[in-house]
């Protein structure tokens, strides 16, 4: 434990309604009597992007050094390609982001069963849907650059890359005194601080605006996986 630090448990959840489609994350944080939460949705995403991106914007809120972090997830994916080392076959983006971060802290990871009853992840289960609920949601970049025309064929499909085909188209810091900030330039994160907030002296209300892919697991909003077709493109855009 840093510095005589009390621990800090962190409680996250991603859902995605289609999978791909509308998607958003959810995490409760909690040390001591401080309380945190933080939410945020995408147009078109995948669960599994949302359940590690709920980890990645979790620890991103942590300021303490080395502080001693409890990590909650109901998702298999996320918890055994951690703890077990499971391959990384997509999300690379996401995961060169928890990376970066896992170094500064010491992390102990802890799978719960989904949608049995723990209080703190019905909650990140509650924000997550409610993330993603709202209109005009930010495209997850990461998911969309999977999808986009130049990455649908692999070297392996027997297309000569150099043929010219006329169809071819391209913290939680208890200590920290910052308020959050709605109108920054982090589009994804969305906080609420209650009074026993992990930030004490910050009391922005809770803002909805806006959620990423593989399976749910115990993850209940699971569907199909959507990257075994990458053509699959969200139909979640409204006229």
Known sequence: MAANRPPIYLYTDGAASGNP?????????RCGEVRKELSGGFACTTNNRMELLAV?????AIRWEGAEVHVFS??????????EGWKRKKNHDLWA???????????????????AGHPENERCDRLAVEA???PFLPPDEGYVAT????????????????????????????????????????PESHSSDSHSGLDPESHSPHSHSGPDPESHSSDSHSGP?????????????KS
């Open 21 to 29: 489609g509308p998607g958003g994350w959810g995490v409760v944080l």
């Open 56 to 60: 990645i914007k979790g620890l991103e």
């Open 74 to 83: 109901d998702s298999t994916y996320v918890v055994r390609t951690v703890t």
């Open 97 to 115: 982001r928890f990376d970066a971060l896992a170094p500064r802290f010491s992390l102990q990871f802890t799978w719960i069963k989904g949608h």
């Open 132 to 134: 993603y609920s709202f």
């Open 147 to 186: 999808t986009q025309p130049d990455n649908l064929f692999s070297s392996h499909s027997g297309l000569d890359p150099e043929s010219h085909s006329p169809h071819s188209h391209s913290g939680l810091d208890p200590e920290s005194h910052s308020p959050h900030s709605h109108s920054g330039p982090d």
């Open 225 to 237: 996986d959507p990257e075994s077709n990458p053509q699959q493109i969200c139909k979640t855009e």
